[in-house]
Every structure is written in C-alpha cells, then in structure tokens.
C-alpha cells in the first residue's frame, strides 16, 4: 500500500542527495579535473598576460620569475588552485617576455652613431617614389656591434632615384651603414602606439641607411620571403591590369601596391580581415594537401600498412597548414588556424572527442606560450573573439538543405557584426555599416572563387614558371566582378562612422550587451541591454562649457598642430609636416586625433604660415574636414581663403579670438610672418605664436604689451635660440609653457636654455616629445592641463623609460 508523505518530507529525504550529487557533479567537471589546456585554464592564462601589459611599470625580473613559478607549481598541482596557477604564469611569463623585448632595444649611448652592420632583408622591402622601407635582421655574430646581433631592426633607405633601390630584395644579405635609435612613437587619442607595435614585433631600433653608396650586398635573395616577392613579381606580370594587387595581396599577403584609397574603402566596406592573409587562406591549402595525400594512399594502398589514410589525410593537412603559414611568416591568423588544425588531427589520430572550444582554447594557450605578447595586436583579439562568439551563438547541428545552409551563413554575417563592432570601436575608432552587406557579397565569392584562383595559379607556377597566368587571369576577372559594386558601397556616406574615444568601461559594458542580444530568445530585458551600448557609441566629447576654451597641442613631431574648441565650435592652428610617400602628420597624427576627440566640423583653420612643418599636412586634412574659412598670411605658400591680418577678431561661445600679427602690408617673410593669435576668456587666456622670431616679439611688446600677457603661451618656434628672449616671457607671466617638438629632432628644440627661461620665470614647461598630446582647459575651474603620457601610462613608454617624469619643470601650483 503506497502511503503518501508530505512534501516537506519527501524534500528532507532526497534535497542532501541532490544536493550532493550536484556538488560532486559541479567539482569533478569544474574545478578538480579542469584540463590545463581547456577554456578555463585558457582564459586564466589570458588574463594574467593582459594584467602584466596592463601595467604602468614592469615588476622586477625576479617577482616575474617567482610568479612563473608559483603559478607552474600551481597547475600542476591542478584542484581548484589551477586557474590562479594559469593567471600567475601567465603573468610571469608575459613579464619576461616584455622585459627581455625592452632590453633587447637600442642603448641610448649607441643612438645616432653610425654603425655598421651585416644581415638579411626579412620581409617584403615597401618602395616609395624616395624612399624604400624594409626590416634587417642583423647577423648573430661577433663581427656585429655586441647590442645588435641576432636583432631585429626596421631601416629606411633614401634615395631619389627607385631604379638605385630595385636591388634591395626580400631575403638577400647586406653590409650596411646605419643611423640608428631606440623606437619611439607619437602618443595622441585615436592613433596608433608606436612604441607598442615596436615592442610585439620585438624591433629593436629604427633608422636609416646614411650612405646608400656604401652598402654593399653579401649575397643574393633566398628562403620564403625571396619566394614570395617572386611570385609577387610574377603575378604582376601575368595581371597587367590594376587589378594584380588585389591577387597579390590574396594569394601572398602583399599589400604593398594597395594605396590610401585602397585601404580607405576596405575599411569603410568591413573587408580588411579578408583581403589579407586569413585563416581561411590555410584552411583551403590544409583541405588540399590532405586530399592530395588521401589520393596518394588511394593509389597505392601499401601505404596503409604503414600508416591508416585518414591519419595520412590529416598529417598532410598539418604539413600544408605550416607550410601556408611559414610562407605568410607565421601571421596570427594563419598560425592560429593550423594550430587548431593541428589539434584536431591529433585528437582523431589519439581517437578523443576534441570540441570546437577546447581546439581553440588549446589553439589559445599554444600562441600565448609561442608569444604573450601576441595580444598587443589587433588580430589576436579580432580572431579569437569572432570564433568564440560563433562557437557560442550557431548551432552546432550542419544537417539540412541549401535553406539551412544559407540561414546559418546570414546568422554568422549577423553574429560577427554584433560581437566584433565593440572591439572595432575600441581598437579602430569606427564601425562600418556598410560591412555586413558588404562582406554578404564578398566572403562567399573571394573565399570560394576568387582566392582558390589566386593559390591555384600560385601552386602551379611554383611547379613550372608561367602555369599559374592564366588562373591568375581569371581570379582578377571574378575580383572585377564584384568590386565596382563593393566600392560603391564603401564610397556611399553611410558606409562608415568615426566614433570619438570612450571611456575604459564601455568596452566590457558593450560587451555584455552584445552577449545578451545574442541569448536565446525569451530571454527578458534585450530592449534595455540595447542602453549599454551608449558609453561606445555616444560616448562624452569633454566638451568645454559656455565661455571656456580648450587646447589639444597634438603630437605631430617636429612640427605644430593645435585644436582649439568651445562649447559649439573647432579651430585647428596648423596640421604638422609631411613629406612626399613618407610621414604625413595630417593623415597619421591629426585626423586620428580629430575623430578620437568627436569633432565632426571644423569652423575655421589657420595656417600660421607656409613652412611644412606647420602646413604639410593641410591636404589631407582638408580631404576629411571641408573647412569654410582658413585663415593665413598674405604671400603664404599654403593659401588661405582669408588673409590673416591683425586686428581681426570673431567670437564664439563667449570666447574671442584676436590675430596680433602679422600687421596690414608686412611682407611675407617665412616664420616672421606667423599668424599669433590671442584667445581670452573670463577665466584666463592662451596666446598662440607659431615660429615668431625674437623681432616680432619685441614688435609685440611695443605694439600691445597687454596683450601679450597670458596664462597660456605656445612657445615660438619649438623652443629655439632665436625665439622666447627674456624680455617677451617676463611679460607674458605664463603659467603654463607649451612645446611642440620631435624626439630627437636635428635642430635640437627646444633649446635647454630656453625651457630653462620659462621654468625660471615660474611657468611649468611640457614639451609634446616627452608628454605626447598635451590637453589645456581654461574654465571656471582654472587651469587644467592633461598630458598623454602622464594620464594613460604604459609599461613600454619610451620617454619614461629614459627620462623619468614627463615634464621639464613642475609647478605645483598648476
């Protein structure tokens, strides 16, 4: 007879048995059989590399060593301490990594001193109409300087003349004269970290040939990068057309032909991950080579008595994924791919169930202890985030029709758009909309036709010169297909957003958001996840308030660009040097820095005057930003739509701008013709002087003595002798000294004697070479100053490094 209890009951007999078996459940698939190389461990080790490169400063090498090894003692103890074990290693491990990289660099002692040295071009030399860039390894050998042997160094070559340079080959061995100096980069908002890239790349010092005429080549070009400028070479003969370096730059990686343009539209158009070498590139051949080897063993079935076809298959797949990526010199995306390659082969042949997780948790671990430093790039995090967000999101389940096939392709365009546009923002600046439509066209076409064309015609002329022209023929054919209309998608208006930079929270909260949209349906509160995602998309500009002013003196090197805003309005005071195929402050300095600070109309621009180092970069600025008035001197090399004059004046915001000089029918002289203009506000006021010379100066002090007078003063002409005479700081009573300058400039601004004369008049001097982007408020709050370096402090920072503190003087006052 069945007897009923009460539910109470039956809840106090069997919740310690559930309970326990959860428990147990919980712990044995947790925590205590965590395998070393699964997604757990993976992310620990992440972590713990992020959090050292996180760091301000390195800690000792010795704390790095006892961390590593703590953290090895503890995985391999394993239980529950095996995640701390990972993030301790990983932590070490990265840490003595970034230590021997940054003491692998250049002494300063060595800097600038010539020196001789023997090795081998690594990679593809870049041709420019007057200059040629490559990478040197030098020779690891006791006839090199002892602080350069077996290092890696990335070296200009001069010279008017292309022809003279067209000897300097992928893969041959010069002796060369060499200019050389530690890496160190500009640091403004939005642009690219120098000094970062220098230090994943491990370079050890950057410079230039200083007498083309003495170097002298060793030998002629071999090895994998000899073969890859070859086949360049071939494609560019075999394709006449303009459309060669889209194959080149599919079949090899090189995208050395593509222009500004180029890349402008791959960006706007979302296809820059595919124009490249990709995974996809090493998944082809790895497809190739195992049914090649599967072919072989098909044919002569003796084979199998020596090794199974299916592990023959999956050998070759591995040997043709590392030979792909040996080729493209183990690029992330490519090595990424033939180590998960690599792991599913290996589970079949140990006939383990190997899930598309652990192969990339495994894939993970395997590049972090190759290279922690691998995740300063781009790509690292690029390439494992659009992974992980399809393993997690797309069904895992491949059965079914064309209907089925073509849902999951659209759900796929849809998940990497979501997941992937949180990072794009942080690490790009922008989002493309146009990229899901754009990459619906172009993923299935290049990645099925256009690039197995390209390896095809690649492979055959590797067997015999010429076999591949016609292949590559007809991948430039299909790439003319679909360009047209995938330019027009990137030209349109819309393609693309400059978003300004945010804030250090609206990452993870994007994030977040991202993964909530993507839950399964019926999941509450998606509407309301949308709102995480304002701190990225519509992050705050800083922007000053009714009648303050801001000044943003942005890094351009040796040269002047200043961004001056109100509440409603922008004015850039120059925009850096350039030179012609080289640095173009305009495109690598200003614009970067305009977009990161959210300035989407600039009002007005002046052009102080005509020199290069204050106007080269106009053009490409004005490319981006239209600007209705640009103000310059009558005369000027760089016209302006206005003449600036003194005695002009407008006002914005309840700030007014005023122009001191140059006075009605002063001639053009060059730096003495500067446009000096005065910005007053209620709480204080900046004076901007371009390169005025100590004559205008004194002119000043007779002409308007009062207005010479400031709480902000750029420094004339970058600090040299011939400007800031004692007379002219005494009568500005500045607080705040502001240089332009470049590292290791050859005109050596600014001149120690004069930073001297500022400090020694009581104003805080800051040079842009040792602070970087320098920001100055002028509020109801008073004088604030924010320098780069200072307020987002990396552990690879040249200047720290060298100098210590930022600032030339310090007044505690400001």
Same mark, same amino acid.
């Given at each position: 007879?069945?007897?009923?209890?009460?539910?109470?009951?039956?809840?106090?007999?069997?919740?310690?048995?559930?309970?326990?078996?959860?428990?147990?459940?919980?712990?044995?698939?947790?925590?205590?059989?965590?395998?070393?190389?699964?997604?757990?461990?993976?992310?620990?080790?992440?972590?713990?590399?992020?959090?050292?490169?996180?760091?301000?400063?390195?800690?000792?090498?010795?704390?790095?060593?006892?961390?590593?090894?703590?953290?090895?003692?503890?995985?391999?103890?394993?239980?529950?301490?095996?995640?701390?074990?990972?993030?301790?290693?990983?932590?070490?491990?990265?840490?003595?990594?970034?230590?021997?990289?940054?003491?692998?660099?250049?002494?300063?002692?060595?800097?600038?001193?010539?020196?001789?040295?023997?090795?081998?071009?690594?990679?593809?030399?870049?041709?420019?109409?007057?200059?040629?860039?490559?990478?040197?390894?030098?020779?690891?050998?006791?006839?090199?300087?002892?602080?350069?042997?077996?290092?890696?160094?990335?070296?200009?070559?001069?010279?008017?003349?292309?022809?003279?340079?067209?000897?300097?080959?992928?893969?041959?061995?010069?002796?060369?004269?060499?200019?050389?100096?530690?890496?160190?980069?500009?640091?403004?908002?939005?642009?690219?970290?120098?000094?970062?890239?220098?230090?994943?790349?491990?370079?050890?010092?950057?410079?230039?040939?200083?007498?083309?005429?003495?170097?002298?080549?060793?030998?002629?070009?071999?090895?994998?990068?000899?073969?890859?400028?070859?086949?360049?070479?071939?494609?560019?003969?075999?394709?006449?057309?303009?459309?060669?370096?889209?194959?080149?730059?599919?079949?090899?990686?090189?995208?050395?032909?593509?222009?500004?343009?180029?890349?402008?539209?791959?960006?706007?158009?979302?296809?820059?991950?595919?124009?490249?070498?990709?995974?996809?590139?090493?998944?082809?051949?790895?497809?190739?080579?195992?049914?090649?080897?599967?072919?072989?063993?098909?044919?002569?079935?003796?084979?199998?008595?020596?090794?199974?076809?299916?592990?023959?298959?999956?050998?070759?797949?591995?040997?043709?994924?590392?030979?792909?990526?040996?080729?493209?010199?183990?690029?992330?995306?490519?090595?990424?791919?033939?180590?998960?390659?690599?792991?599913?082969?290996?589970?079949?042949?140990?006939?383990?169930?190997?899930?598309?997780?652990?192969?990339?948790? %495994? !894939?993970?671990?395997?590049?972090? /202890? @190759?290279? +922690? $430093?691998?995740?300063?790039? *781009?790509?690292?995090? &690029?390439?494992? #985030?659009?992974?992980?967000?399809?393993?997690?999101?797309?069904?895992?389940?491949?059965?079914?029709?064309?209907?089925?096939?073509?849902?999951?392709?659209?759900?796929?365009?849809?998940?990497?758009?979501?997941?992937?546009?949180?990072?794009?923002?942080?690490?790009?600046?922008?989002?493309?909309?146009?990229?899901?439509?754009?990459?619906?066209?172009?993923?299935?076409?290049?990645?099925?036709?256009?690039?197995?064309?390209?390896?095809?015609?690649?492979?055959?002329?590797?067997?015999?010169?010429?076999?591949?022209?016609?292949?590559?023929? %007809? !991948?430039?054919?299909?790439?003319? /297909? @679909?360009? +047209? $209309?995938?330019?027009?998608? *990137?030209?349109?208006? &819309?393609?693309? #957003?400059?978003?300004?930079?945010?804030?250090?929270?609206?990452?993870?909260?994007?994030?977040?958001?991202?993964?909530?949209?993507?839950?399964?349906?019926?999941?509450?509160?998606?509407?309301?996840?949308?709102?995480?995602?304002?701190?990225?998309?519509?992050?705050?500009?800083?922007?000053?308030?009714?009648?303050?002013?801001?000044?943003?003196?942005?890094?351009?090197?040796?040269?002047?660009?200043?961004?001056?805003?109100?509440?409603?309005?922008?004015?850039?005071?120059?925009?850096?040097?350039?030179?012609?195929?080289?640095?173009?402050?305009?495109?690598?300095?200003?614009?970067?820095? @305009?977009?990161? $600070?959210?300035?989407?109309?600039?009002?007005?621009?002046?052009?102080?005057?005509?020199?290069?180092?204050?106007?080269?970069?106009?053009?490409?600025?004005?490319?981006?930003?239209?600007?209705?008035?640009?103000?310059?001197?009558?005369?000027?090399?760089?016209?302006?739509?206005?003449?600036?004059?003194?005695?002009?004046?407008?006002?914005?915001?309840?700030?007014?701008?005023?122009?001191?000089?140059?006075?009605?029918?002063?001639?053009?002289?060059?730096?003495?013709?500067?446009?000096?203009?005065?910005?007053?506000?209620?709480?204080?006021?900046?004076?901007?002087?371009?390169?005025?010379?100590?004559?205008?100066?004194?002119?000043?002090?007779?002409?308007?003595?009062?207005?010479?007078?400031?709480?902000?003063?750029?420094?004339?002409?970058?600090?040299?002798?011939?400007?800031?005479?004692?007379?002219?700081?005494?009568?500005?009573?500045?607080?705040?000294?502001?240089?332009?300058?470049?590292?290791?400039?050859?005109?050596?601004?600014?001149?120690?004697?004069?930073?001297?004369?500022?400090?020694?008049?009581?104003?805080?001097?800051?040079?842009?070479?040792?602070?970087?982007?320098?920001?100055?408020?002028?509020?109801?709050?008073?004088?604030?100053?924010?320098?780069?370096?200072?307020?987002?402090?990396?552990?690879?920072?040249?200047?720290?490094?060298?100098?210590?503190?930022?600032?030339?003087?310090?007044?505690?006052?400001?």
């Amino acid at each position: 007879m069945a007897i009923a209890l009460p539910a109470s009951t039956l809840a106090s007999r069997h919740l310690p048995s559930l309970v326990s078996r959860l428990r147990g459940w919980v712990i044995s698939r947790n925590a205590l059989t965590m395998p070393v190389f699964g997604p757990g461990c993976a992310m620990a080790l992440l972590a713990g590399c992020m959090g050292c490169l996180l760091m301000p400063t390195l800690l000792p090498w010795p704390v790095s060593t006892c961390l590593l090894l703590i953290g090895v003692w503890l995985t391999w103890r394993g239980g529950r301490l095996r995640l701390l074990g990972m993030l301790f290693a990983g932590f070490g491990f990265t840490g003595l990594h970034a230590a021997h990289a940054l003491d692998m660099q250049l002494p300063l002692a060595l800097e600038n001193k010539v020196l001789t040295v023997s090795g081998h071009i690594d990679d593809l030399p870049v041709h420019e109409s007057r200059r040629t860039r490559f990478e040197f390894v030098v020779d690891d050998d006791e006839a090199q300087p002892s602080a350069l042997r077996g290092t890696r160094l990335r070296v200009g070559w001069f010279d008017d003349d292309i022809r003279a340079r067209e000897v300097l080959r992928a893969g041959s061995r010069w002796r060369l004269p060499l200019r050389l100096r530690a890496p160190q980069g500009l640091r403004n908002p939005g642009g690219g970290d120098g000094e970062k890239q220098a230090l994943a790349a491990r370079i050890t010092a950057t410079g230039y040939v200083l007498e083309p005429s003495l170097a002298k080549p060793l030998s002629p070009p071999t090895g994998i990068a000899a073969w890859r400028e070859q086949g360049s070479t071939r494609i560019a003969h075999a394709v006449p057309s303009s459309t060669s370096r889209f194959v080149r730059a599919l079949a090899l990686g090189d995208t050395r032909a593509l222009d500004d343009d180029d890349w402008a539209r791959l960006r706007a158009a979302g296809l820059t991950h595919l124009i490249a070498i990709s995974g996809f590139h090493v998944g082809l051949v790895a497809g190739f080579f195992a049914l090649l080897a599967a072919a072989v063993w098909w044919l002569l079935p003796g084979l199998c008595r020596w090794l199974p076809r299916p592990f023959a298959a999956g050998f070759g797949a591995v040997f043709g994924a590392f030979a792909y990526a040996a080729m493209t010199g183990f690029s992330l995306p490519t090595l990424r791919t033939a180590v998960m390659i690599a792991v599913l082969v290996l589970a079949r042949c140990l006939r383990r169930h190997q899930r598309m997780p652990d192969s990339l948790a %495994l !894939a993970c671990v395997a590049l972090l /202890l @190759l290279d +922690p $430093l691998a995740v300063l790039s *781009a790509g690292f995090w &690029l390439s494992f #985030a659009g992974v992980a967000w399809l393993l997690w999101c797309l069904p895992t389940d491949a059965k079914g029709g064309i209907g089925v096939m073509l849902r999951g392709f659209l759900g796929a365009q849809a998940v990497a758009t979501l997941g992937l546009l949180p990072l794009s923002v942080v690490l790009f600046g922008q989002a493309s909309f146009a990229g899901p439509f754009a990459n619906l066209l172009a993923v299935p076409w290049w990645s099925l036709v256009v690039i197995p064309l390209a390896l095809l015609g690649l492979l055959l002329d590797s067997l015999h010169a010429g076999w591949g022209d016609v292949l590559w023929q %007809l !991948a430039a054919w299909c790439f003319d /297909l @679909l360009w +047209p $209309l995938l330019r027009t998608i *990137a030209d349109s208006p &819309l393609a693309m #957003a400059w978003l300004p930079e945010p804030r250090w929270f609206a990452l993870p909260l994007a994030l977040l958001s991202a993964f909530w949209l993507m839950l399964p349906r019926g999941m509450p509160g998606k509407p309301l996840a949308l709102l995480l995602w304002l701190p990225l998309l519509w992050p705050s500009r800083d922007l000053p308030r009714q009648g303050e002013v801001q000044l943003e003196v942005i890094d351009v090197g040796q040269g002047l660009s200043v961004l001056v805003r109100t509440a409603h309005h922008s004015l850039l005071y120059d925009m850096g040097p350039a030179t012609k195929d080289g640095y173009d402050a305009g495109e690598r300095a200003v614009l970067p820095s @305009l977009h990161a $600070l959210g300035v989407h109309v600039l009002d007005a621009a002046v052009v102080s005057h005509g020199d290069n180092d204050h106007a080269g970069g106009w053009p490409a600025v004005s490319r981006a930003f239209p600007v209705p008035i640009m103000l310059a001197p009558e005369g000027s090399p760089t016209p302006g739509t206005a003449n600036c004059q003194a005695g002009q004046s407008w006002q914005w915001d309840g700030v007014r701008f005023r122009v001191l000089h140059p006075t009605k029918w002063f001639p053009y002289l060059g730096n003495e013709s500067t446009c000096v203009i005065r910005i007053e506000t209620a709480h204080g006021s900046a004076l901007l002087t371009g390169d005025m010379g100590e004559v205008i100066e004194q002119a000043l002090l007779r002409r308007a003595r009062q207005d010479v007078r400031n709480d902000v003063v750029l420094v004339p002409h970058h600090g040299s002798a011939g400007s800031s005479s004692p007379a002219f700081i005494k009568a500005t009573g500045a607080r705040l000294a502001l240089i332009s300058s470049g590292a290791g400039n050859r005109f050596g601004h600014p001149k120690p004697v004069v930073v001297r004369r500022w400090c020694d008049s009581g104003a805080e001097a800051v040079d842009t070479a040792r602070s970087g982007a320098v920001r100055v408020w002028l509020g109801a709050d008073g004088l604030q100053l924010q320098e780069r370096r200072v307020s987002w402090p990396r552990l690879w920072d040249a200047v720290r490094r060298r100098n210590g503190a930022a600032g030339l003087c310090y007044r505690p006052d400001t």
